[in-house]
C-alpha cells in the first residue's frame, strides 16, 4: 500500500506549491481535530480552540510516528495518511452516534467592561505585531543558534531516512538525546511544503495557543471575557513571546502543551481530563523543562476541588509516562535516560549551593529586561505616558487627571529604573558575587555586551519586559495579601506564584546562564490569566497597555536575530535590515564568521548535491541541506578519512579539516571557520 501511495504522490504532487499542501494539511488537521472534540463534553468555544490544537498534535505526532516504524515517512504519506485519519475519524463518530452541538460564541464577547478602550489599544498593537510576526516568517529563512545546529538539522536528517530515530555518527549529541516532538513538528512542515520559511508558523501556532490557554484558565478562574482577553494579549506582547514565535525553537510548543492541559484537568469529565493527559505527554515529549510545569500542574490539581482528584492525578501520572517514550529510546541507544549529554556539561547542578545562589541572583538580575530600549529609544516610554495622560485628562476631566497622572508615573519611571538598576547595579553585583563564590559552574556572558545587556531584544535571552515583570510581581504580592485574609481561591493563588514556583525549581536545579527566562513561560502564563484584573482600574489599565504596547514595538523593532533596520529616537548604531539579507546572511548571524562559507554553500555548490558534513558540536548543520532541502547530506564519521564517502563535497570544520584525505578532495573554498572541500575527479572512493 505504501509504495503504491508514494508512487502516486511521485506523479501528482511535486506541480503543487508547498504552501497549498501546507494549507491542506492544516485544514486536515483542524477538521479531524474538530470531529474528533464530538466526543468530549466542551462547553466553552476557547476550550474547544485547545482541544483542536492538542488532537491536530497528537494526530501529527502519531502518524508521523507510525510511519516511521516503515522508514516510510514521505510528503505523499503524510498527506495520505492525513486523509485517512480524518476519514476514520468522521465514520467512527458517524457510528458512535453522530456529532454533539459544538459550543456557540458569546454574542457580546468583550462586553463585560465598564472601560474597554485599553483592551482596544492593545487589541490593535498586538494585532500589528502578529502581522508583522507573519510577514517575519513567511518573508524570511529561519536562523538561530539552536535551529541551525539541532532543531532544523535533526528534522532534515529524519526526513532523509524516512522517519525519527538516533542520527548515526551526529556532530552533536543534541541532535539525538532530546525529547522530539517540536521537531517532528518542524519536520511535518518541511516534509509536506519543502520550505524552510514555513517552519516558524509551529511556534506561532504555539503562541497563539498559548494565550487561548490564558484566556480559558481566566475563565475557569472568574474572570470575565474582556479580563481574559486583556491578560491574553499582554501575554503576547511579551518580548520573549513575541520574538520566539517566527522561530523554530520550542519553548513556545512545551508551554502551549501545558497551558493547554490545565483547563481539562480541572474539567468534571473523564474525557476532558484524558485530554489533559494527553496535553501532558505531548508536553513531556517536547521538552525536558516540561517536569517543571508538571510539579506546577499538580500543585493545582492538588489545591483544586477534590472531585475527580484521583483520576486527575491518574491523569498527570499518565500523561508524563508516555510522553517519556524518547527517554526509553536513549536508554536503548546509550544505556541512560538522558541521553549521551558530553556536548553540554554542567547544565544541572541540583542542590549545589554555589551554582544555587548565582542561578538564583543571576536570574533576578535578568528579569530586569527592557528588551528594544536600544539608546535613545528608552525615551519611547515617557513619552507615551506622557501622550495618555493628556488624553485621558482631555477625555475624563479630573478623573482622567488621576489616572493620567498613574499612567505617566509608571509608564516614564519603571523602564529607567529598571535599566538604571540593571545595568549600574545587579549586572556588576552579579559578576562580583561569581568572583565571590570561586567561579561556580555557569556562564557569565562576561565581556558579549550584546548578551548581557537588559535591552538586546532576543529570541533567547529575551525576558518579559516592564509590564511582564510588574504584573508578575503585583500579582503575586496581591495574591499573598488575600491569602492572609482567606479571600482568594488556592488554584487562584498557586496561578498568581507559579513564575516563584518556578523561579526556585530553576534555581535549586540548573547552572546559570543568560536564556533561562525562556524556561518561565508556561509559569508567567498562569499569572497571566490573572491580569486581566487591571481592568478594573483605569490608571492600571492604561499602564499597562501603554508597557505592553511600547515593548512590543521596540522588540520587534530592535530583534537582533532579525533586525528591521527601522531606526526611531536612537541614531547610535549602524541599521542593518533582515529585508535586505540574503539566506547565508541571515543564519550566519548569531556567528558572522561562519557567513562566508554558507554563501559558498549557497551559490557555488549545485541545488541538487550530495555533501558530507565534518563538524563538531555547536557547528551549524542545517544550512547545507538548502531552502528546500535538495541536497543529500552525509555525516562524516569522526576520525574518518572520507575516502569512502559517498558525496560530491565535503563541509569541514576548522577542527576537523585536518581529516579529510587529501589526495581525494580538493579544497574549493576556504576560510578561518571552516572549508568546502570538491571531490577529486581521480578519487574512485
Known amino acids: 500500500m505504501l509504495p503504491l501511495v508514494t508512487r502516486l504522490g511521485q506523479r501528482y504532487l511535486p506541480g503543487v506549491s508547498g504552501s497549498l499542501l501546507g494549507f491542506l494539511a492544516l485544514a486536515l488537521l483542524a477538521a479531524t481535530g474538530l470531529t474528533v472534540t464530538a466526543a468530549f463534553p466542551i462547553q466553552r468555544p476557547v476550550e474547544l480552540v485547545l482541544a483542536v490544537y492538542v488532537i491536530a498534535w497528537a494526530e501529527l505526532i502519531g502518524l508521523f510516528l507510525f510511519l516511521s516504524a516503515f522508514d516510510a515517512v514521505t510528503r505523499t504519506a503524510l498527506l495520505a495518511g492525513l486523509v485517512l485519519v480524518f476519514v476514520a475519524a468522521l465514520a467512527t463518530v458517524f457510528i458512535l452516534g453522530g456529532s454533539k452541538r459544538l459550543p456557540s460564541s458569546p454574542r457580546r464577547a468583550f462586553g463585560d467592561t465598564n472601560e474597554p478602550r485599553p483592551l482596544v489599544l492593545l487589541t490593535v498593537v498586538v494585532s500589528v505585531g502578529l502581522a508583522y510576526i507573519i510577514a517575519l516568517i513567511v518573508g524570511t529563512p529561519p536562523n538561530g543558534w539552536d535551529p541551525m545546529n539541532y532543531h532544523l538539522a535533526r528534522a532534515a536528517f529524519w526526513l532523509q531516512s524516512g522517519g525519527v530515530g538516533y542520527i548515526k555518527e551526529a556532530y552533536d549529541q543534541r541532535l539525538n538525546f532530546n525529547p522530539p516532538n517540536g521537531e517532528i513538528g518542524f519536520a511535518f512542515v518541511l516534509g509536506v511544503t519543502r520550505e524552510e520559511n514555513l517552519v516558524g508558523f509551529v511556534q506561532f501556532f504555539a503562541a497563539l495557543a498559548c494565550a487561548t490557554g490564558v484566556f480559558a484558565i481566566a475563565r475557569r478562574l472568574g474572570l470575565g ?227 548581557s545587556s537588559p535591552t538586546t531584544a532576543s529570541d533567547t535571552a529575551s525576558w518579559y519586559g516592564p509590564a511582564g515583570l510588574l504584573l508578575v510581581t503585583t500579582t503575586g504580592i496581591a495574591a499573598l495579601s488575600f491569602a492572609r485574609r482567606k479571600s482568594i481561591a488556592a488554584p487562584n493563588l498557586v496561578c498568581a506564584l507559579a513564575p516563584l514556583g518556578m523561579f526556585t525549581l530553576v534555581a535549586l536545579t540548573l547552572t546559570y546562564n543568560p536564556w533561562l527566562g525562556r524556561f518561565f513561560i508556561f509559569p508567567v502564563a498562569l499569572s497571566a490569566s490573572l491580569w486581566g484584573l487591571a481592568l478594573r482600574s483605569k490608571g492600571t489599565a492604561w499602564a499597562t497597555a501603554a508597557l505592553a504596547g511600547v515593548t512590543l514595538v521596540l522588540s520587534l523593532v530592535h530583534y537582533a536575530e532579525k533586525p528591521s533596520g527601522l531606526r526611531l529616537l536612537d541614531r547610535s548604531a549602524p541599521s542593518t535590515s533582515v529585508w535586505t539579507m540574503k539566506r547565508w546572511q541571515v543564519q550566519s548571524q548569531h556567528d558572522p564568521a561562519i557567513g562566508p562559507v554558507f554563501r559558498f554553500l549557497d551559490q557555488d555548490v549545485p541545488r541538487r548535491a550530495s555533501i558530507g558534513l565534518a563538524l563538531g558540536a555547536n557547528d551549524f548543520g542545517y544550512p547545507a541541506f538548502g531552502p528546500h532541502l535538495d541536497r543529500r547530506v552525509e555525516l562524516v564519521p569522526f576520525g574518518s578519512s572520507t575516502r569512502e564517502l559517498d558525496a560530491g563535497w565535503v563541509l569541514a570544520s576548522h577542527e576537523r579539516t585536518a581529516e579529510i584525505d587529501h589526495s581525494c578532495w580538493r579544497e574549493s573554498f576556504q576560510s578561518d571557520e571552516a572549508t568546502v572541500f570538491r571531490r577529486a575527479d581521480s578519487c574512485n572512493g
Open 225 to 451: 471575557r474582556a479580563e481574559a482577553a486583556f491578560g491574553a494579549l499582554v501575554f503576547l506582547s511579551l518580548p520573549l513571546v513575541a520574538l520566539q514565535s517566527s522561530t523554530a525553537k520550542n519553548d513556545l510548543i512545551v508551554a502551549s502543551f501545558l497551558v493547554a492541559a490545565l483547563p481539562f484537568l480541572l474539567g468534571d469529565s473523564r474525557r476532558e481530563i484524558a485530554l489533559g493527559s494527553i496535553a501532558v505527554a505531548l508536553a513531556v515529549g517536547t521538552k525536558f523543562t516540561a517536569a517543571y510545569g508538571l510539579a506546577i500542574l499538580l500543585a493545582i490539581v492538588l489545591v483544586a476541588p477534590r472531585t475527580l482528584l484521583p483520576l486527575r492525578i491518574a491523569g498527570l501520572l499518565a500523561g508524563g509516562t508516555a510522553g517519556s517514550y524518547w527517554y526509553f529510546v536513549n536508554a536503548r541507544e546509550t544505556g541512560h535516560f538522558l541521553g549521551d549529554q558530553s556536548n553540554v556539561p554542567g547544565l544541572t547542578a541540583p542542590l549545589h549551593p554555589p551554582e544555587n545562589l548565582l542561578s538564583a541572583f543571576g536570574t533576578l538580575v535578568d528579569s530586569l529586561d527592557l528588551s528594544g530600549a536600544r539608546g535613545a529609544d528608552v525615551l519611547i516610554y515617557p513619552l507615551a505616558g506622557i501622550v495618555i495622560a493628556i488624553a485621558l485628562s482631555a477625555v475624563y476631566g479630573e478623573i482622567g487627571k488621576k489616572s493620567g497622572l498613574v499612567v505617566a508615573v509608571v509608564v516614564s519611571a519603571l523602564p529607567l529604573l529598571l535599566l538604571l538598576v540593571s545595568k549600574q547595579l545587579g549586572r556588576p553585583a552579579l559578576v562580583r558575587l561569581d568572583d565571590a563564590l570561586g567561579h561556580p559552574k555557569g556562564f557569565l556572558a562576561t565581556g558579549d555586551s550584546t548578551t
